[in-house]
Each structure stands twice: as C-alpha cells, then as structure tokens.
C-alpha cells in the first residue's frame, strides 16, 4: 500500500486539531512543543515518531506560519539555535534509533540546551587544526583537551564535539565527533567576559573525559565531514533566519530615524537608504536559500549570506551609534552577568555596537567564508595548502 500524499490543506487541518487540543495561550510551553513534536508537526520533514511525518520540507514555513498565527510558542533562538539549528540535523543525519529516541525531543522542548565544542586555541578559523584528543579504552573513549569561544557552555547539558582519534594521518582525516555530556567528570567550564561586559563564550577543559562509543556520530576518523553537515546547517541557521521586512537592526535604526527627526541630516539619510536596500536584499537572498534548502541539503551559498548578516549588522549599528551622536555612546552598564538567552539585537545603542563585533567571528570567520564561496560558489582555484597530506602529529605548532 503506497503512502497517503501529504498536502498544505491535510498538514492544515492536524494544526488546527492541534490548537484546539492544546491552548496555545494557556499550556506551558514544554508541554506544547511535546504535543506538536509528538503530533508530527515539529520538523515535518523529520521521519515520523522523530517529530516529523516524512513530509515535503517546502510545506514547513505554511506550518510555521499558522502556529504562529496562532500565537503558538517558540524556543528562543539565542538559547536554543545551537541545538534546533546545528544539533538537530547532525543527530538526524549520523545518530543511531537510540540517539534519535534519547536526544531529539527533549532538544526540541527546549528541556536540555546544547552548545557547540569546535573552537581551539590555535584551531579556531582552521577548524581541522584541531588538537583536543580522543583515545578509545573499551566501549567508551577518553577525551583530553581545551575547548574555546563556546556559547551557553555554562547553561548547556549537552554538547556536539569533534576530536583528534589519529594524530598520525593529515588533519582533514583522523577525526571523530562525538555526543559529550557538559556535566560529566572532567568537563570544566569557564567564563569568557567580552568588551559589552557578559560572559556569553566560554572556555571548556576536558580532562579525562569518558564518552560512551554510542555516543559516537558517523565513523572513527570521519568527523571532518559529520562537522560540515553541522557548519553548512550552522551557516543557515545564522545567516539566513527568516525575518519580517524591516526585522532586526534595520527595523531598529529605521524606527529612531523616524521618531528622532531632529537627529537627520542628508548624509545619515544616504546611509541608511542604502543600507536598508542591502538588508532588504539579505533578508530576500535569506528567503531564497531557505526554500534551497528545502529541496536538499544545505550548499556553501550559506556562507554568503551568513558573510552578508555580519557585515551587515556592524555597519547599522555604527550607523545607530553615528545617528545618535553622544547619545548612543552613553554605556555603563559593565556588570559581569552570565547570559542565559543571549540577544545580537537588544540593550542600548552601545551594547549592539559591541555585539556586532563579534558577528564576524563566530560562526565561522568572514576570511574563511570568502574561500568558501571563491572555491565552491565561483569555481576559483584553491587556495594552496601545503598541509593537506601532512600527517597531522608532523604539522607546526
């Protein structure tokens, strides 16, 4: 017997069914999310019992929008982007029926946070650099080594790891990822306070660290291309988020332009049309590679636009700190305070101004984004790389 089709009008009416068996005004949010995970309506695309229904990913954004119509909740994406946006696909493409079962619905209730254990120190644009070991004793593996630049590290339970298992073959080869739980022994996190005066990032040392084989993703030695999948989603995830017209920074600059007209002059005006028209054009190039992606695996046209979000927004918040003149310098507010939902667009003037800064490192620095889209969007030469065939124990450090 063949599978019913899945239409936008029979993905409508298990919506509607949904709301009308859950409040969306009254149910705590956890418990909603469960209904809709357990309804098939979290990642429609996902296989069913996983949160899906195995459905056309293109029909996504329709449900989407009637959730959200609905006035439905949603995870906040500063605490939770790095499990919904990078985890999640990377768990679905390379975990086992028992990582799917254990670790997808919780991240998708927002029960557990995840963080991202990628960046070292002297590994952090050169990701396959990477030295943080792991050596298998048994069915489990010991990992030893220093993490850095991690997000909510300090609020997560959970993190996507890749390691060094064979220091003997050139770094792109003799990886591993892993699944690595944030309380376990061994695991020590450390804050890392930054020029706004939060401590978002953190540094994380790993001693010792036990982690069992199951919680291996893809095979010993392939952890550069389990990585990929989770950058190429990662990109997408930062740089092409869906945004209503006038959303974000712009949205921000636009609307003191409007209520502050003594703060005009005709030269703040150029900059801010033409700046407007470059995030109208972001924001639809964003709505272009989502429906690429829901034809297929995310490309490297992420890293355009991931490139395009952070030149962007440090631009308008210059331009929002220009604007405002000694106003939007005013920033005094230097108390250490950990982050637990992390936000690129709210506090002062100021605060924004020194946020963006950061746009253009994490999540992939813009100088590795530009090789990205010369090699494997326009087709240039590669850049020469005198490492590639290097075992990894033979390069300088």
């Known amino acids: 017997m063949s599978t019913p089709e899945i239409t936008e009008t029979g993905l409508s009416t298990a919506v509607r069914k949904l709301l009308a068996e859950h409040d969306p005004t009254s149910t705590p949010v956890a418990e909603f999310l469960g209904a809709r995970y357990d309804a098939g309506l979290a990642w429609i695309h996902f296989p069913e019992g996983l949160g899906g229904l195995a459905a056309p990913r293109a029909l996504q954004q329709a449900v989407n929008d009637e959730f959200a119509a609905a006035g439905a909740p949603t995870l906040d994406p500063g605490r939770h982007g790095i499990g919904l946006g990078m985890a999640a696909p990377t768990l679905l493409a390379f975990g086992d029926a028992a990582v799917h079962q254990r670790f997808l619905r919780p991240l998708w209730t927002g029960e557990e946070?995840?963080?991202?254990?990628?960046s070292e120190p002297g590994a952090g644009s050169d990701l396959a650099a990477l030295?943080?070991?792991a050596v298998r004793d048994g069915d489990s593996w010991v990992v030893d080594g220093q993490k850095v630049w991690t997000s909510l590290a300090h609020e997560a339970q959970w993190a996507i790891l890749v390691t060094r298992s064979d220091p003997t073959v050139?770094?792109?080869?003799g990886m591993t990822y892993f699944i690595c739980d944030m309380t376990a022994p061994g695991v020590e996190v450390r804050p890392l306070r930054q020029a706004t005066g939060e401590a978002e990032f953190n540094e994380v040392f790993l001693t010792g660290v036990r982690i069992p084989d199951s919680r291996r993703l893809g095979e010993v030695g392939d952890g550069w291309r389990v990585a990929q999948t989770?950058?190429?989603?990662?990109?997408?995830?930062?740089?092409?988020?869906?945004l209503p017209r006038e959303g974000g920074l712009i949205g921000t600059v636009?609307?003191?332009?409007?209520?502050?007209?003594e703060l005009r002059t005709p030269g703040l005006q150029d900059s801010l049309l033409?700046?407007?028209?470059?995030a109208e054009a972001a924001r639809l190039t964003g709505e272009r590679l989502r429906q690429q992606l829901a034809a297929g695996q995310p490309g490297p046209e992420g890293s355009a636009a991931k490139l395009a979000f952070a030149r962007l927004n440090q631009q308008i918040s210059?331009?929002?700190?220009?604007?405002?003149?000694?106003e939007g310098l005013v920033y005094d507010d230097w108390t250490f305070r950990r982050p637990s939902h992390p936000s690129m667009?709210?506090?002062t003037p100021g605060y924004r101004y020194l946020r963006a800064k950061g746009n253009s490192i994490e999540g992939g620095t813009s100088e590795i984004l530009r090789n990205i889209i010369a090699e494997r969007v326009l087709g240039l030469p590669q850049e020469i790389r005198v490492d590639k065939d290097v075992a990894w124990k033979d390069l300088p450090r």
């Not at 210059?318 to 000694?326: A, F, K, N, V």
Request: hydrophobic share 35%.
């Open 318 to 326: 210059g331009l929002e700190l220009e604007l405002l003149g000694g």
């Open 345 to 347: 667009e709210g506090g």
């Open 131 to 133: 030295g943080t070991r």
């Open 170 to 173: 050139p770094k792109h080869r």
């Open 230 to 242: 989770t950058l190429m989603n990662e990109r997408v995830a930062i740089g092409g988020s869906a």
């Open 274 to 278: 033409r700046l407007w028209v470059d």
């Open 254 to 261: 636009a609307r003191t332009w409007r209520e502050r007209p």
């Open 113 to 118: 946070v995840w963080c991202q254990l990628f």
